[in-house]
């Protein structure tokens, strides 16, 4: 027997929604307009159907899924157990079931006249209940609302339909639609998909057997207080949107942040570290003793890196503007391997160029500065030798797509975790202590796609990391 998913979860969202209604409304009690579920519209006409408490409940976690408030522990809810339990609700709630298919078929319109499964209704619902919520939301306001007398017809419909099998709900969906809307015109009706349900027994909840056994039973709640859903859907849409302004505005103010920081390093350490690595060249010169050279030398190798990095973080900081040519991109990245060829012999680090696009020379021909894409190919290419380490591989790869060219740069070293990942071209983000220093040559990497059209991302392979950065090309 299948077996509903535990709906213990559902109930502890029920109650936060319910802490949260005294500031924020989200609790419509005596509302008859709150139970509904939006207007199904088609020709110019609006039917209603009833809204259970218990799926409002469902949608309403379906809406909160994702946010750091949707948990008890703070963490989002687990996406498969939200539509296992959305699943759950269309095969108790036949309104329910009838409200997704007719509208999954007006998004879909192929889907006329074809089966849908059940579970594959579900996906559908929880990626478009945002949508049909604040979409119906006007539908909702202007409409009368149902009378007494159609909750309890709605209440009677319950009942009789969960005798019948799930492929016949279809059939008694114009009964559901014609107790608060117009008549359902033929040429619609024949139009509407079928529902399917691969389940080979379903259990139905407390709430549905109630129903059964005998019909005008309000099993459903009908009629009865139900969560705002409109108004969550757009309480939540707001969140969101303060939410991105915040990162955007962050965004700039980090960037500025870390302008004055590098020109006050730029000021502040360049001529220390100028001096520092003249003097250890000076000493080097007239040193013989080969171990003491060779630490003046590393000495020299330090500063100067220490110098790079401070003029990657002035680039981030401020790139400048592109001086653009016709650069021949393969003949560039082809460069770039062979003057980091010397150094992954000495570290066994097999390096490969594949240009896919290699018989015709103009795909890969782009108007852009050379300087600069030269300094991001040999970024990506320099993290992935630090990455490998010894004994690994490197493979540099060119192709076009359209209105673009992208380079990838895989590597056969340490791969990234989710949070390294999103932060790779974070220049305020180290993920050295994971095993893979990232850098802030891949600052660099960002800077130079952004400037040319274009972006940058590093994807975590089961087998090492691939660095992918793409540029616009006409």
Request: net charge negative.
């Amino acid at each position: 027997m299948r077996q509903q998913p535990d709906a213990s979860a559902w109930r502890l969202i029920a109650l936060i929604v319910w802490c949260l209604a005294g500031t924020s409304g989200f609790l419509s009690e005596g509302t008859s307009g709150m139970t509904v579920l939006p207007a199904v519209r088609w020709g110019g006409a609006a039917w209603r159907l009833p809204l259970a408490p218990r799926s409002a409940e469902a949608l309403a976690a379906v809406l909160l899924d994702g946010t750091s408030e949707a948990s008890a522990g703070g963490g989002p809810l687990d996406p498969e157990r939200t539509v296992a339990t959305l699943a759950g609700r269309l095969r108790s709630d036949p309104p329910l079931a009838i409200f997704a298919a007719l509208e999954y078929l007006r998004a879909v319109p192929s889907a006329a006249a074809t089966a849908i499964e059940l579970d594959e209704l579900a996906v559908w619902l929880s990626d478009a209940t945002e949508r049909l919520w604040l979409d119906g939301d006007r539908a909702l306001a202007a409409a009368e609302p149902p009378t007494p007398a159609a909750f309890c017809r709605w209440s009677e419909l319950y009942a009789r339909t969960l005798c019948q099998p799930v492929e016949q709900w279809m059939d008694a969906a114009a009964g559901w639609l014609e107790v608060a809307g117009p008549q359902v015109p033929a040429t619609w009706q024949n139009s509407w998909p079928r529902l399917v349900d691969a389940a080979e027994e379903v259990e139905l909840d407390a709430e549905a057997e109630e129903a059964l056994p005998e019909a005008g039973v309000a099993g459903p709640g009908y009629g009865e207080g139900s969560l705002d859903l409109s108004r969550l859907a757009r309480t939540l849409r707001e969140h969101r949107m303060l939410r991105d302004r915040f990162a955007t505005r962050l965004q700039a103010e980090k960037l500025q942040s870390l302008r004055q920081l590098a020109y006050g390093l730029s000021h502040e350490i360049n001529n220390p570290l100028a001096n520092i690595s003249t003097r250890a060249q000076q000493l080097a010169e007239g040193e013989e003793d080969p171990q003491r050279r060779q630490r003046l030398e590393r000495i020299t190798d330090s500063a100067l890196r220490a110098h790079e990095m401070i003029a990657d973080l002035m680039y981030f900081a401020r790139p400048p503007r592109p001086r653009r040519s016709r650069v021949d991109v393969a003949a560039l990245a082809a460069m770039v391997v062979e003057e980091v060829s010397p150094q992954c012999e000495a570290l066994n680090i097999a390096i490969r160029l594949r240009c896919l696009d290699q018989h015709n020379a103009a795909a890969l021909t782009v108007d852009a500065d050379r300087d600069q894409l030269a300094d991001a190919i040999r970024a990506m290419v320099r993290n992935s030798i630090e990455a490998v380490g010894t004994s690994g591989a490197i493979d540099l790869r060119l192709s076009r797509r359209p209105k673009r060219l992208r380079i990838d740069v895989t590597d056969s070293g340490p791969g990234l975790s989710d949070e390294a990942r999103q932060h790779a071209f974070d220049p305020y983000y180290s993920g050295r202590e994971a095993g893979r220093g990232l850098g802030l040559g891949l600052c660099r990497v960002y800077r130079v796609a952004r400037t040319h059209g274009g972006g940058a991302a590093i994807l975590s392979l089961a087998v090492g990391c691939r660095t992918r950065m793409w540029i616009a090309a006409s």
